[in-house]
Structure formats: C-alpha cells, structure tokens
C-alpha cells in the first residue's frame, strides 16, 4: 500500500471540487488480490442485490457495516486510507459502512444522479462530515461506466431527492441548472487508484456496455463528531480499529466466505436497504 498522506494542495482541491484523486493509493499486488477474492466471494456474491436503474438496467452491490477481518474490512482499516479520511474531515472517523459496486461487463446498470447526503441524512446525521473513497477494482473508464461528478456541487448543499426506479436520486431540475454552471468531470481510473468524495457532491455512472467490468470498493467514513442522533440501518459512532498497511497483502484472499460467519453477518440484507422509502438507500 502507498503509505499516504494527502498534501496541502490535494486537501485544498478536495475543499474546492468535492473530490479527490489518489492514484495508486493499493499498489498492483495488493489490487489484484482484492479482485480476485472478490470475485470468488460466494458469500459476498450471496448477498448482493440489484436496485433498477430507470434506465431499464440494474445496478449490483453488497453492503456491509462494519469493517471485519476480511481483506476488505483491512483496506478499510488500513491507516493510510483511515489517515486520508481523517486529514479531509479533520479529526477522528469511523467505518459508517463498504460496498463493492459489481458493474459487471454489458449489463451492469446506471447510478442516477445524487449526493449520498441526500440520503444519509435521513439516518439522523446532522452534518455533511462524511467522505466516501472510491477505489477502483478493475480500470474504470468512460465505455465502462466510470464514476461521473460535477466538480464543486458539494457547495450547493443538500439538494431534494425523488425516487427513479428503485433510486433515490438528485431533483433532475437543479442538476440540469448545475451542469450549466460547473463541470462535468468523468473521473476514469487506473486499478489501486482511490477517489475520495464529499457527502454532498453530486455524482452519477452510466450503464456498463462494454467488453470490462467495472468494479469498485467504497469505503464510507463519518466524523466520529458526527454521531447520528438516532438508529438506523447503518452504525453510530463505533471505534475503528486501525491496522498497519501491510495487514492488506497479509489478510490474502481473506472473505466473507471463509470461516468468518461474524464477518458475514454484517453484510446488509437486501430488505434492509431497499430504496422502497428515500432513508433505506445505500
Ligand atoms: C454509488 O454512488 O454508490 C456508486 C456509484 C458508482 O460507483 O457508479
Ligand atoms: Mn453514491
């Protein structure tokens, strides 16, 4: 793992734009492992459900909530990627929940446009002091749907949410006003690459018809300062336990598919998640 540190300047561009771009942030080994598990994750692919996209696709993703001793849970733990949410949100983090976005090759469906705040701030979170980084499993280019944002939305603060399909998705009608002011930023990665995101900028991928996946992990972090002041279906402030770069290649092909029926029991059910009312969203 490229022991981390964000500069002044990348801290400044995040304050600016709402996002981040850490290239190389897992090197090759330690990317490809985490592909492979992933893909070979029964478990993990057990517990994955599908959200319509209103496009007439299907978007596919599994949750968990709490970090785990798989080698997901010690890329979320891993003191660089920890180090970098703590530096954005300044001060203490904790693991708010992870998910593997499974774009997969020709059908993986289309992310409407929305900030996660939209919807996090339903679960009782008073401040937008959460950041998500996204780290690309597989390259993530424009033909294979790669994360879309409009940099600088997050200085627009919570925008309404509607339901398209089974999404919560932005009000189209200030998105479109945005788009005529700032910039639409197709953000395409390299495998290891980490993008990190303001709770409130506003972001979208399209339908997968390529030949390649496009996978990512996303680990949400929330300012332990930040507690929700209520119980939802993901966690209030529980410590994160900090792990040593290197207990990334250590943990291998750890999973939830191996011996570790605790690890898996944090992955979220699909009733617990479905977007049937704005609060229950990823
Ligand atoms: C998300 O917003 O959670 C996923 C968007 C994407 O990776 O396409
Ligand atoms: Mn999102």
Redesign the pocket.
Known sequence: MNSNQLTESQLKAYAEDGYVLVPGMLDPKEVGMLGRTAREDRVLDQHSFGRADGEGGTVR?SLWNHPTETIYGMIARSESLVGCAEQILGGEVYHYHS?M?M?DAKIGGA?AW?Q?YGYWYQNGILFPDLTSA?IAVDKATKEN?C?QVIRGSHKMGRVDHVLTGDQAGADMERVTKCLERLELVHVEMEPGDALFFHANLL???DQNKSEQPRW?M?CCYNAARNDPYKESHHPRYTPLQKVADAEVLKAGTKRFGDNSDSDAAWLVAEKDTSATSLDKQ?
């Open positions: 993703l998910k976005i774009k992310w929305h996660d996204s749907g994360l972001h979208r991928s990512s996303i990823a």
